[in-house]
Structures are given as structure tokens and as C-alpha cells.
């Protein structure tokens, strides 16, 4: 099933069409280094072996979990020998990110100097995955995951491909485009063992072949940080649904809860602040809660608290005013503490003026101020009122 031109491809539309840069890499038949950046199952290789083919280059095949140095230089060696038949040479390298940076180092002369043409397929972000000559060197190409509707028009091929569309299901072939996860791969998969199992697949048969999937989740790489950088965003825009969304995601995916709780609690203080000085007591609990209740109970603590703080008032008047307090207390490191706000422990230090017309009781508004003089007409909190 796999495309064998990018007529063929399905659902990439923001880089393949018409003023799209894989046609235009296409339409000028001048190879350029790629990396491919995207979820599993969304078309790298695919690709990878499509523009080989345009460019009537040798395809060569590596993974960066296998391969090693001996494997690099045989890849050379086999690209010298093409460059004499002035046949171009592709070297594909799926999951890219693996190679160490000694290995990525190896390939930048022989891609410098166009004896290669590097395409890397990776689904962690090359900003900290892949070294940044290699970047400079090449252009990032974003994979996107398939939606429903392109999952849908996948499996449809691969029924019609197999001569099986009595044989399935429009509802199955539905429910199996759902649980693939924007993954054409697994999708395809999916559908292969459903039709092993039975004569006429329905979404029940789907489910006995698939069983429970476990969502595309990295609880350290970009899944993680894109949906905890949603949820704060959901909640910061009061947007309770998107809240809910994003927590339901994290949770199913196993998301450490506390995790979660700890953002919340930062969350509480920073976005919300005065607007609301419970709210941080709350997200206190929350955490508290968690670590006493666990899961899957803790889920809905975590609901209650994200609905609460996600529904709460804005304002970020102490988070501002910290920032800039750390700035001028940066810049002003050797600024000397006024001697009037010094502790007169002993008579000397009395006499030196440490205390000087401070006075012991409550609100008491020294006639000098309290910021060094260097300083002292600097603003550090601004009450706003405002997010």
C-alpha cells in the first residue's frame, strides 16, 4: 500500500501540492537535505523513497538503532562509486535522533560536499536531537499525523487493493481510523488482523483484534510537553473544556499525576495570584490529595481542581513584579543595604547608624524608604488588576 508518487500520498497537504516544498523540491530536480519530523506511521520513508526515485538516485536504507560506524562508511564507499556513474546517492536514515553526535559529525563532510544526499527521518525534535550543522545543512520538513478522514480514505484503498470491501464493514473501517492515533502504519495493521480473523469484519471483531491500544504517549519528549503546554494554555484562556480535554489525554496516556498537580500549583501563582489567594492553597491540596489518594480516584481531584483554577480570575501582577525584581536585583548585586534597615546589634554599630529612626511597630514608614539609594526610584510592583 505504500505510495509510489506524491500524487499518491495522502493527507500531507500543507507540504505537497501546488507552491508545496516537496512538489517544488520535485519540479526543479535539484536535490535538497531533508529531515522529516513527525509522529510514527505519517509517510518519512515513504517520502524518503518517492524523491529517490524522482531524482533517479540510488536508495540507500539505514536505522540509526542498528547501524554503526562500519555501516557509515560502507555508504561512502557505495556513494563514491555512484558519483563516478554520476548516479546520485540517497541515504535515508530513519530515527535519526539516535545517532550520537560523533555519527551525525560523520556524514556533514560527505553532505557538504554533495556525495550525499542526507534525508533524516525523526519523530523527537531536531532542535535538541540532531546537531545543528546538520540543521544548517538541511531543510526541517514537518510530518503531520493523518486525520480521521485521511485514515479513512487509507484503509479504503487497502480494501478495494485487497478485493475485500464486501468483506468489511463501514463501521469497522470507522472505528479502526479512530483508534489509529493519526498512525496509517497501525491503522493498516489494525485492519490486516481483523481480516485474519474473520470472513466479515465489524467494529466487534475490530476490537477482539485490537484489544485496548495505548495512546502515542512520550513522558519525555514532545507529546508530553505539547499537551502539558496545552492544558496551562487552556486553563490561562479559561477555556474549562480544553482544560478537561487535555488532563483526560494526559491521564489515559499515564501521565504522572503529580506531574500534573505540581504544574497546577505553579499555575495557581502565577496566572491566578491575587486575583484569587486561595486558589494556591487549593492546588496545594490538590498535590497533597494525589500523592495520598492516587489513581484512578486522584483523577477527579485533578478535574475538580483544573475546572476551579481553569473558571478562577486572572492576574499576574506578582509574577510580573517578580520577574522584575530578579532583573534589578541582578543588575544592582552591589548596592549596600541602607544602614537605617540594619539590625543595631551592638553599640557600635549603633553608633555607625545601623537603625537610625526605625521604628518597632506596625505599618511604620520610614521617612528614608527601603530600597537602596542606587535604586530608589525604581517600580517594582504594579498593581493592575489585570491578567
Not at 207 to 220: F, N
Request: aromatic residues 8%.
Amino acid at each position: 500500500m505504500r505510495p509510489q508518487s506524491l500524487d499518491e500520498v495522502i493527507g500531507q497537504e500543507a507540504i505537497i501540492g501546488d507552491g508545496k516544498i516537496l512538489t517544488e523540491i520535485v519540479k526543479n530536480g535539484e536535490p535538497v537535505n531533508l529531515i522529516f519530523w513527525g509522529p510514527p506511521g505519517t509517510g518519512k520513508t515513504t517520502l524518503a523513497r518517492i524523491l529517490a526515485k524522482e531524482y533517479q538516485a540510488d536508495f540507500v536504507e539505514l536505522s540509526a538503532v542498528t547501524a554503526g560506524k562500519k555501516d557509515i562508511a560502507e555508504v561512502v564507499e557505495r556513494a563514491k562509486v555512484n558519483w563516478n556513474l554520476k548516479i546520485r546517492t540517497v541515504l535515508f536514515v530513519d530515527e535519526i535522533h539516535r545517532f550520537n553526535k560523533a555519527q551525525q559529525d560523520a556524514f556533514l563532510p560527505h553532505v557538504e560536499s554533495g556525495l550525499i544526499i542526507l534525508i533524516g527521518a525523526t519523530t523527537e525534535n531536531p532542535s535538541f536531537e540532531v546537531i545543528s550543522p546538520l540543521i544548517s545543512r538541511s531543510r526541517v520538513v514537518v510530518v503531520s499525523s493523518l486525520d480521521q478522514e485521511g485514515i479513512l480514505k487509507v484503509l479504503e484503498r487497502a480494501v478495494k487493493a485487497e478485493k475485500a470491501e464486501k468483506r468489511v464493514t463501514k463501521d469497522a473501517l470507522k472505528y479502526v481510523a479512530e483508534i489509529s492515533g493519526g498512525d496509517a502504519r497501525s491503522a493498516l495493521g489494525d485492519l490486516e488482523l481483523s481480516l485474519s480473523l474473520a470472513k466479515k469484519v465489524d467494529q466487534k471483531v475490530v476490537e477482539t483484534a485490537v484489544g485496548k491500544k495505548m495512546p502515542i504517549y512520550d513522558k519525555s519528549g514532545d507529546y508530553h510537553y505539547n499537551n502539558i503546554s496545552a492544558f496551562i494554555k487552556s486553563m490561562r484562556g479559561s477555556n474549562v473544556d480544553a482544560t478537561l480535554y487535555y488532563l483526560a489525554r494526559m491521564v489515559e496516556s499515564g501521565e504522572d499525576p503529580k506531574f500534573i498537580a505540581r504544574r497546577m500549583v505553579i499555575f495557581a501563582s502565577e496566572d491566578i495570584g491575587l486575583a484569587g489567594n486561595g486558589a494556591l492553597n487549593l492546588a496545594v491540596s490538590c498535590f497533597e490529595a494525589i500523592e495520598r489518594v492516587g489513581m484512578p480516584e486522584g483523577g477527579i481531584i485533578l478535574s475538580h481542581v483544573a475546572t476551579a483554577l481553569s473558571k478562577a480570575k486572572k492576574n499576574r501582577d506578582t509574577y510580573n513584579a517578580w520577574a522584575r525584581a530578579k532583573d534589578i536585583a541582578h543588575k544592582s548585586m552591589g548596592c549596600q543595604v541602607p544602614t537605617w534597615l540594619r539590625n543595631a546589634s551592638t553599640k557600635l554599630m549603633a553608633d555607625l547608624g545601623y537603625g537610625d529612626g526605625y521604628k518597632w511597630e506596625a505599618g511604620f514608614q520610614h521617612e528614608k524608604g527601603y530600597l537602596p539609594k542606587e535604586i530608589a526610584g525604581q517600580k517594582i510592583f504594579e498593581e493592575t488588576g489585570k491578567n
